[in-house]
Each structure stands twice: as C-alpha cells, then as structure tokens.
C-alpha cells in the first residue's frame, strides 16, 4: 500500500564542544584549545520513487551527526555529517512547529529541514592581547530538532477520475506502459497508479463514491492527488444504470473537497461502449451533454480507432 503521509522527527547534530588547552612546552606559545565542529544538518532529497516514503513506515526518527570536540595545537574538531532522506517529488512539507511549508517539485532538489548546531570556540579563539591565557571555551550549540509532516501530492498533467469499474486503469494500459491491475470489482485500484503518454504524466485515482469527501470508501485519501493536476477527465462506464447520478456524484464530490478540482474537468471519456450498440450509444452521450457542458467521447479498450481518439484528446493538453 502506498504510504502517502507520514509525520516523522528531524534533528541536527549537536555542535562540538571547544577546547580549553595550555601547551606549556618552551616552544610553545601557551594557548591551543581548539574549536568545536559544526552538527550536521538534514535535507530531505527529491527522487522519482512514489514509494519514497514508504522508508518512514516503522522509523519515525533521524537524527544528524553530532560534530566532534575540538582538539590539542589549535585543531578544530570534525563537523558532524549530514543526512539526506529521499522523498518523493510532489512532497508538501509542513514544519508542525513553525507550520512553515515547503514544496519538493523536482528530482535532485534539496530542501533544508534541520540544521546542525554551531560548534563552540576552543579557548585560543578568546586570545587577545588583554586576556592572554583564557581559561574557558565555548559548548556547542544543539541542533534544531523538529516534527515535520510529509504529505505526498502526485504530480500528474492529466487526472482520470470516476466511480469503482469505470475504466480508468484499464485506458491507463493501453495508452501508457503501465501494468495496473485490473478486474471487474469495486476499489480494484488501492493506489493512484501513474503512467506516462508522449511525455505527459497521467494519474489514476481510485474510484470515488457518494461521501468520497467526507471520509467514505477509498477516494478522500486521493483527492487530494489530483490538486496539481492540469486537467481532469471523467470516466464514467456504458454500463450505468443512471449515468446523470453517476456523473453528478463525483462532480459533487469533487466540489465539496476543493472547487478548484471541479473547474479542472474538460472531458469525459463513456467506457466500454463495445458492450452496446451505436444507436445506445448516441443516447447515452445525449445524456451526459444535458448535465455537461464537456465534450463526451465514447472509448473501449476494445475499439483501437476510440483509443487513438483519446490519446489526441489527453495530448492536446500537454501544450
């Protein structure tokens, strides 16, 4: 199951400590108490692998290196290591402490969430021509220790919605590479499933139902993946025995968890319609248009000319 969300406790290593040493010997000038190194930090990392957080599942706490103490002859002590923890691309990162958000949107990119104490200055640092033998030196600095909330938002151009058995996996198949699972039951899809068409990346939501919005079924833990999608298109299957109740109730659903998600609809693709024939056909899209202002194509996995109609709808939308 795709982990989609997760809270998990970031902190820097502490700063080394500084050093408070005398070198007595005659050639030696006294004072040599090096610093302390600097902690490390934590950066969480962009990575194309939507399992990424699927790491924080059973361990919810990382922790940077500590820097080292400084030293003898004036030798500063080792800063502590940083840690990278690999999250996936479209990761909305909220810092629950300062509730400050950040966004990891492309591979390679670097955020950071927990910086390393400063390690503390030896006592040769305090050497002036007024206190020539300091006897004291700086503690490193404690690291920033955090809770943070990683919510995955997948980034897709093109969002296929639509009840349980629409047909969304089924058309992610054949216009794409992906191998999604598919058979004739409700919630056949438990995770979005992304495929990629000419460049442009397509998502399938799991299937929607009445109450999708308020916490029903499978559908509110992945409504929220289609929010940074450009465009989004309805499935909705020949077979319906109300295909207007059908089509209002995920319409609606999408309204009542963000309006923006509803503006977002400029298609809907009518399913399986080898399963009828031409004259039904026309009938049911006659419908759809008296509750849609959206064009409705009918599709079949069946139907190769209906396939290739779909995929120059969708890429119309990568421009």
């Known amino acids: 199951m795709l982990t989609d969300e997760v809270t998990i406790k970031v902190s820097g290593g502490k700063g080394g400590d500084g050093k408070v040493h005398f070198d007595n010997t005659k050639s030696k000038e006294g004072v040599d108490g090096g610093s302390g190194g600097n902690g490390g930090s934590v950066f969480l990392v962009g990575v194309s692998d939507l399992g990424a957080l699927g790491q924080f599942r059973f361990k919810k706490e990382f922790k940077a290196e500590d820097g080292k103490n400084g030293q003898v002859k004036k030798k500063h002590g080792r800063n502590g290591k940083d840690i990278f923890l690999k999250v996936p691309i479209g990761t909305v990162v909220l810092n629950k402490t300062t509730n400050k958000k950040q966004e ?42 955090f809770e943070i909330f990683l919510e995955l938002q997948l980034i897709a151009q093109v969002g296929f919605v639509g009840l349980p058995n629409a047909g969304k996996s089924s058309m992610l198949n054949e216009l794409t590479e992906a191998s999604v699972k598919v058979a004739n039951y409700r919630f056949t899809t438990l995770e979005p499933n992304l495929g990629v068409l000419d460049g442009l990346i397509l998502a399938d939501i799991p299937g929607l139902i009445e109450g999708a919005s308020e916490g029903k079924g499978l559908g509110i833990k992945f409504l929220k993946h289609i929010k940074r999608t450009k465009v989004i298109i309805h499935f909705i299957s020949s077979e319906s025995e109300n295909l207007k109740k059908d089509y209002q109730t995920v319409k609606q659903e999408l309204k009542r968890y963000d309006k923006s998600l509803a503006e977002k609809e400029k298609f809907i693709f009518l399913t399986k319609h080898d399963l009828f024939d031409k004259k039904e056909i026309e009938k049911k899209i006659n419908i759809l248009k008296e509750v849609s202002k959206n064009d409705v194509l009918a599709v079949s996995i069946y139907d190769p000319d209906s396939i290739e109609k779909a995929r120059k709808i969708i890429l119309k939308f990568s421009v």
Not at 116 to 144: C, D, L, M
């Open 104 to 145: 990891v949107l492309e591979v390679g990119q670097k955020i950071l969430v927990a910086k390393g104490g400063v390690g503390g200055r030896g006592n040769f640092e305090f050497k002036s021509s007024t206190n020539t033998a300091p006897k004291y030196a700086e503690k490193g600095k404690e690291g920033e220790s």
